[in-house]
């Protein structure tokens, strides 16, 4: 499996969440923080279609969750 990347930033709890939840289960993810990056916030908002919600989770097939919750990822990934 390619890399993962999350669009997020640090105050954000669902981004906490999956971050731990990706690392929990060895999942390897690039971490892009919107907060600090414009161009990376709007790509996010790119993206999910508009939605300004995070995270933003491109999956290396090209698929986007937006706030996945756990289950929604390990269905993702494959855990």
């Known amino acids: 499996m390619g890399e ?3 669009y ?3 105050w954000c709890g669902d ?3 999956a971050k731990a939840w990706l690392r929990e289960h060895e999942v390897p993810f690039t971490e892009v923080d ?7 916030r709007d ?3 790119e993206l999910a279609g508009g ?4 995270p933003v989770i491109v ?10 919750t756990n289950v929604q990822l390990a269905e993702a990934v494959r855990v």
């Open 4 to 6: 993962i990347v999350l």
């Open 8 to 10: 997020g930033a640090d």
């Open 15 to 17: 981004c906490r969440r």
């Open 34 to 40: 919107v907060e600090r990056d414009d161009v990376a």
């Open 43 to 45: 790509r996010a908002v």
């Open 51 to 54: 939605r300004k919600n995070i």
């Open 59 to 68: 999956l290396p097939d090209g698929a986007v969750l937006v706030e996945p």
